[in-house]
């Protein structure tokens, strides 16, 4: 029933801007917004000029202060943009798996870019995508 129901969703609910799948070696850096816990460096899932979606090991409290991302590519040239951002969603990766380190999917949507960081981000988009979502 689920499958059904997320299908009329994508019919009928378009998204603002066109999402892409990134290069592998695409990261970001969630810093947890305290000084207890270390920045963790994640893989990128995809992104678009309007938010992007990753994979964390944790639980949603870890970020629950954070509201700064970093974004980092391994190629060259090597980038670090800070972005605020707000947090859509946050469900776990792997449904039915239980660990003690469970994997979680968070989406986050992007605050409000200048001309100059929307420029910036859309440059960073155009050399790390690899396909349309």
């Not at 992104?47 to 949603?60: E, T, V």
């Not at 870890?62 to 509201?67: A, H, I, N, T």
């Not at 999917?105 to 605050?111: A, E, L, Q, S």
Request: charged share 30%; glycine share 8%; hydrophobic share 35%.
């Amino acid at each position: 029933m689920a499958g059904i129901l997320d299908t009329f969703k994508r019919l009928f609910h378009h998204r603002k801007q066109q999402r892409y799948f990134v290069e592998d070696g695409t990261f970001v850096v969630i810093s947890p917004g305290d000084s207890e816990r270390r920045e963790q460096e994640v893989q990128v899932i995809d992104i678009s000029r309007g938010g992007m979606a990753f994979i964390y090991k944790g639980s949603p409290s870890d970020l629950e202060k954070s509201g700064i991302l970093k974004l980092l590519t391994k190629s060259p040239p090597f980038r670090r943009e800070s972005i605020k951002f707000d947090t859509v969603s946050d469900v776990p990766a792997a449904e039915g798996t239980q660990t003690s380190e469970n994997f979680r999917r968070r989406g986050v949507k992007f605050k409000w870019l200048g001309s100059y960081e929307g420029s910036a981000l859309s440059n960073l988009i155009d050399e790390i995508k690899i396909c349309e979502k």
